[in-house]
């Protein structure tokens, strides 16, 4: 399931793709997925997409999505991997500070995770102020500014704008990931490339205590795993920077050495702030795009219309009665019957389709092990091949309004020395109920009249 299926099953049933008993022969095919209307939906249109004209909908705005996605996803890692870089840059003359980097890997991440939050309750409305704040979403209409089969292509689907507004929070999740991944790669390039002195310095009275109890409660999270990973009080303490007077505390000189393991903080907060709880969010947001796109293949125009005509019956019962016509006495045959019986061993179409048979069958209320097409494009051999494996009560559907040929009457005089009964059943057009007309039954009545075969019947 996902946005491909979504849109070609859109385009499928705007095309009204698909005969009323086609739909029907599909869920007799698969009636295990009667009680799975999603995956019915979904195998239709697996069947039918090679119906639609190449290129089809989905993929035209597949690629356009990805193209977007690819080109947000570059800018995206390469503003992380600068801004990594601005702030981790040492002249040699001052310490870098790492408040900026702290507040770009955890506050911001936190922020933004909180407002996509928010953006996930809101995601069922048209209009969603904190979704249309991401650039994916600019960036798409930006895309329907321009000419041509592009902004075409966009203005011939009408997509749920719940659907939409969750692909953007989805992608949104994933272009902050990559984002953050460009951070942690700067940091690390940083670390190893170069000798950085880390201090801390803020405008906020905050004792080297308070701050290195706020650092422990940040690092609680992998204070476990990795304990070299939380900075130390007397780290804390010989790394306060102060900017007055434009010099370094001498004390600061003297432990230089050490003032680099603030790096080890600094990568694993950036590694779960920014990535691994963005990555939380990002599965979040994938949980929430496939909730509402599930939700949405029941919604689209059509889709119910399909699911009642796959899984209900062309028509429920099948009548006797006839519109009296030619015949008064409404008698065409010496051996007819009225009603089918429940069951037989096998069902014969003349020139007809397995899935013509399922829908005929369903339709009468017939119930049938074994179905096969005979005449029609059948070779001579593959017809007697068929007699020679039939054996007990057959019904053997014909076109009503094609009168039996020659080739018919052999076959079904081959039939009956195999068969036990034979009950031939004329049927008609869908829009007639199935229902024969009584000038029909009465030429093919004439013809089993001549044949004179006692193992065959006529159903009227």
Request: proline content about 4%; overall charge neutral.
């Amino acid at each position: 399931m996902n946005l491909t299926s979504y849109l070609d099953l859109y385009a499928l049933l705007d095309k009204k793709s698909g005969s009323r008993e086609e739909r029907r022969a599909f869920g007799l095919e698969h009636e295990n997925l009667k009680e799975k209307p999603l995956q019915q939906l979904l195998l239709w249109t697996k069947e039918y997409r090679g119906h639609l004209k190449r290129p089809r909908l989905s993929e035209k705005i597949g690629s356009y999505l990805y193209g977007i996605t690819l080109t947000l996803g570059i800018i995206a890692f390469l503003l992380g991997l600068f801004s990594g870089i601005a702030l981790l840059n040492y002249s040699g003359h001052e310490p870098v500070n790492v408040v900026y980097f702290m507040a770009m890997v955890i506050l911001l991440p936190l922020l933004t995770m909180a407002l996509a939050l928010i953006s996930m309750f809101r995601a069922g409305a048209s209009r969603s102020f904190l979704v249309h704040l991401s650039p994916a979403y600019w960036m798409e209409k930006i895309i329907r500014l321009f000419p041509g089969s592009v902004k075409k292509t966009f203005d011939e689907v009408q997509i749920n704008p719940a659907i939409v507004n969750w692909l953007i929070i989805k992608r949104s999740q994933m272009l902050a990931l990559i984002f953050s991944a460009g951070l942690l790669l700067a940091l690390l390039g940083m670390v190893v490339t170069k000798d950085i002195a880390f201090a801390w310095s803020t405008t906020l009275h905050i004792a080297p205590q308070e701050f290195h109890r706020m650092l422990e409660t940040v690092a609680l999270p992998w204070k476990g795993l990795f304990p070299s990973a939380v900075p130390s009080l007397s780290l804390i303490e010989q790394s306060q920077y102060f900017r007055l007077g434009e010099k370094l505390n001498p004390e600061m000189v003297k432990h230089a050495s050490q003032l680099g393991e603030w790096w080890k903080f600094l990568a694993c907060a950036t590694l779960f702030y920014a990535i691994i709880l963005r990555f939380c969010m990002w599965l979040l947001s994938v949980a929430g795009y496939r909730r509402i796109l599930k939700r949405s293949f029941f919604n689209l125009d059509g889709s119910e219309k399909l699911l009642r005509e796959m899984n209900e019956p062309v028509i429920t019962t099948s009548s006797s009665k006839r519109e009296p016509a030619f015949e008064s006495e409404g008698k065409h045959y010496s051996r007819e019957i009225n009603v089918f019986n429940d069951a037989y061993d096998r069902t014969l179409g003349w020139a007809m389709s397995e899935d013509d048979l399922k829908v005929l069958n369903d339709a009468m209320g017939v119930i049938s092990p074994m179905m096969e097409d005979v005449g029609g494009t059948n070779s001579l051999e593959e017809d007697r091949k068929i007699v020679s494996r039939t054996e007990g009560s057959v019904l053997l559907y014909v076109k009503a309004w094609e009168p039996p040929t020659m080739d018919f009457v052999d076959f079904l005089e081959d039939l009956a020395k195999t068969a036990d009964t034979i009950t031939v059943a004329p049927v008609g057009m869908r829009e007639e109920a199935y229902l024969p007309g009584n000038r029909e039954l009465a030429v093919w009545g004439r013809k089993l009249q001549n044949l004179g075969e006692k193992k065959v019947w006529l159903k009227i």
